[in-house]
């Protein structure tokens, strides 16, 4: 990898983390630009090179983690059904969950829904637990209503057990979009 391109990335990296170190400690709103590029120990001309501004970031961390999740509970899946999948979703969520509460409650669910969304079609497309057929709606219905249930979780400050909403989630999915063995 070239020298440039690897700055590059090393740079939007200390970007993202430098906004969730910060969004451990403070509401979204009373994060500046100024506190994320001295946090991350970049100019303020780096942080326009990759981004137009804070939710941007929060964009791009959001993409970064969803991904990394797939590739480490969907391709391959190692699990023998979906509830072991979302137990181990909802253990790694809940071992960190200020950043992620802090999303949810700056309004930023609406790009969480859609990387939600993201990860229920790739697991569906990986074969393993639901319907390879699934269709956009039935994709759409579980990935919302899951995403509804692990919201109100956070919200509520992670009172129940991931096994024990893992276990809920799992009660509720319909039929018609699991995998028939």
Not at 44 to 69: C, G, Q
Not at 87 to 105: G, H, S, V, W, Y
Not at 169 to 179: E, F, M, Q, Y
Request: hydrophobic share 40%; aromatic share 10%.
């Amino acid at each position: 990898m070239r020298k440039s391109r690897q700055d590059s990335l090393y740079s939007q990296q200390y970007i993202m983390e430098a906004l969730s170190q910060l969004l451990e400690e403070n509401d979204l709103e009373d994060i500046t630009i100024t506190d994320i590029c001295k946090k991350a120990g970049v100019a303020r001309v780096t942080f326009y090179k990759y981004y137009h501004s804070i939710y941007d970031v929060m964009n791009a961390n959001v993409e970064v983690t969803v991904k990394s999740l797939i590739e480490r509970h969907v391709i391959p899946t190692p699990y023998k059904d979906i509830r072991d999948v979302i137990t181990n979703m909802m253990e790694e969520l809940a071992a960190n969950p200020t950043a992620l509460k802090r999303q949810i409650d700056t309004n930023m669910s609406g790009i969480l829904l859609d990387y939600f969304i993201y990860a229920i079609d790739k697991l569906a497309q990986s074969d393993a637990f639901f319907n390879k057929d699934m269709d956009r709606a039935s994709v759409l219905f579980v990935a919302g209503g899951m995403f509804s249930v692990i919201t109100d979780w956070f919200k509520h400050d992670l009172k129940e057990s991931p096994q024990s909403i893992a276990a809920n989630i799992t009660a509720v999915l319909p039929g018609s979009v699991l995998k028939k063995e």
